[in-house]
T-cell receptor, first 118, second 113 residues
């Protein structure tokens, strides 16, 4: 069964510095996708970035990049030049792609709360 | 563009009552999902539907039922609410069952007393 683990319940970062949020996953499916979502205090879920298991390069979206290490089964989110508005909860998620037993469900980790200090 | 609309946004419910959370999307997405969010547990999948007319069980389906009569609507029903179902419920959709990110509604906060 697939599993997503975020081991950091809470993180602090100084404004303008970079921060890495950890995510490890476990799957036996060779085809899968990894996602990161942001949930600010207002509660909405905001999609940030996606990495496919067959993608050769790490995904980047503006200040967000995904440090994908396939052999280690990790998909850490790197936020560069942190801003006060980055304070939120961040969720890592995985969807298995193909295979007879999977259904494409997106499974989430427990989340990491990031606080950006001025 | 509305995206995904959930109703109600908040509800207080007596234990034992029946409750239906509504979810409608206007993106013509094939796949839809219901998650519950609880502190320290992240989002857990309750039920999903890969296409209209089909549904499946997620991680925590007990006490919940869903239907998918058409592409746009995916209601979640609590047949007889219990206090442990107090949670924030998110409806989501994606273009297809195995590709694309999930788009989320704004959530429904349910309190069962």
């Amino acid at each position: 069964a697939q599993k997503i683990t975020q081991t950091q319940p809470g993180m602090f970062v100084q404004e303008k510095e970079a921060v890495t949020l950890d995510c490890t996953y476990d799957t036996s499916d060779p085809s899968y996708g990894l996602f990161w979502y942001k949930q600010p205090s207002s509660g909405e879920m905001i999609f940030l970035i996606y990495q496919g298991s067959y993608d050769q390069q790490n995904a980047t979206e503006g200040r967000y990049s995904l440090n994908f290490q396939k052999a280690r089964k990790s998909a850490n989110l790197v936020i560069s030049a942190s801003q006060l508005g980055d304070s939120a909860m961040y969720f890592c998620a995985m969807r298995e792609g193909h295979g007879s037993s999977n259904t494409g469900k997106l499974i989430f980790g427990q989340g990491t709360t990031l606080q950006v200090k001025p | 563009i509305a995206g995904i609309t959930q109703a109600p946004t908040s509800q207080i419910l007596a234990a034992g009552r029946r409750m239906t959370l509504r979810c409608t999307q206007d993106m013509r997405h094939n796949a839809m999902y219901w998650y519950r969010q609880d502190l320290g547990l992240g989002l857990r999948l309750i039920h999903y539907s890969n296409t209209a007319g089909t549904t499946g069980k997620g991680e925590v389906p007990d006490g919940y039922s869903v239907s998918r009569a058409n592409t746009d609507d995916f209601p979640l029903t609590l047949a007889s609410a219990v206090p442990s179902q107090t949670s924030v419920y998110f409806c989501a959709s994606s273009e297809s069952w195995n590709t694309g990110e999930l788009f989320f509604g704004e959530g429904s906060r349910l309190t069962v007393l």
